[in-house]
């Protein structure tokens, strides 16, 4: 089937006044949507109208990740807005804030650095009772973005590169500071889904020949910014692990591995202990 536009035939159900949910599954799986059952279910609670339906169906179709046809992505049971360009937040990073919330229940301050839409922020600050909450990007797509989804929760976002871009004021301060940084090898970047190739930013996929580039400068800048007894988490892959967890030890945090078989989530998790000067 060609991508439905406004200017193609419609296959008759769509031409009808009121919505079809069976011609919108048979449109998203004949485009090779892999779970046209539950994307049309979305697609058919968020479109007002039948021309927006259309529409819809017809950017999914096209090959739009289904976050950016709808505006939003769940994650931890939140709506966060996502826009093109930024970041789409992935469910395997609910376990980083799992993680964040097990270690620092009572966190008075986070940071969410590399926050990119500000799903982790977001979550944590959901979770958590009424924190300050920062919030950093290189990315001016993403700073929009995070505004956005952390205005309810007060949070602050700046625009920078990782800790020249948070005020000094939090210095020494920080509970939680949770960096989902870009952590793909360059060399990798191109067998990414195209989803992500397409539609998301190299900034935000690329970290560099070992994909561990930024997560290198976040650990070694973190023992600045924690207050004692605040942890720094990243999440990494399960082949980049050893050399993250490293990264944390070397910058002198007390550091663990968490991982999540039915995410395929891997978390380092470092601690900068009470005593450290
Ligand atoms: C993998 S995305 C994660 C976004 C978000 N934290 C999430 O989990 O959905 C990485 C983000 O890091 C940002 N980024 C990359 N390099 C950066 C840097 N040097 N300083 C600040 N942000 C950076 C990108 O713009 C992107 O938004």
New binding site residues.
């Given amino acids: 089937m060609p991508p439905l536009s406004s200017s193609s035939p419609l296959p008759s159900p769509f031409s009808a006044s009121l919505p079809c949910p069976d011609a919108v599954v048979a449109a998203l799986r004949t485009a090779g949507c892999v779970f046209a059952e539950d994307e049309a279910e979305l697609i058919l609670a968020t479109a007002r109208t039948a021309g927006e339906l259309l529409a819809l169906v017809d950017r999914r179709v096209s090959g739009l990740p289904l976050e950016l046809v709808l505006g939003w992505a769940g994650f931890r049971g939140l709506r966060i807005a996502v826009a093109p360009g930024?970041?789409v937040?992935?469910r395997r990073?609910e376990f980083l804030v799992t993680e964040a919330l097990a270690q620092a229940p009572d966190a008075a301050v986070v940071v969410?650095?590399?926050?990119?839409?500000g799903?982790?922020g977001a979550a944590l600050a959901a979770a958590l009772d009424r924190p300050e909450v920062h919030a950093?990007?290189?990315?001016p797509a993403?700073v929009h973005c995070a505004r956005g989804n952390l205005a309810d929760a007060g949070g602050r976002v700046y625009a920078g590169?990782?800790f020249d871009?948070l005020p000094d004021t939090v210095r020494g301060r920080v509970d939680i500071l949770a960096a989902?940084?870009?952590y793909v090898p360059t060399g990798e970047v191109p067998l990414l889904p195209a989803e992500a190739r397409d539609h998301e930013?190299l900034?935000?996929?690329d970290g560099g020949a070992d994909g561990l580039d930024?997560l290198r400068r976040v650990a070694a800048g973190a023992p600045d910014w924690l207050a004692p007894g605040g942890c720094l988490l990243v999440e990494t892959s399960e082949r980049q692990a050893p050399a993250a967890v490293d990264a944390f030890t070397r910058a002198g945090l007390a550091t663990r591995l968490a991982v999540c078989e039915e995410l395929y989530a891997h978390v380092v998790i470092g601690v900068r202990e009470p005593g450290l000067g």
């Fill in positions: 930024v970041f937040p992935r990073t969410d650095l590399c926050c990119g839409s799903a982790v950093a990007d290189v990315d993403a590169d990782l871009a989902n940084v870009p930013p900034v935000a996929l930024v």
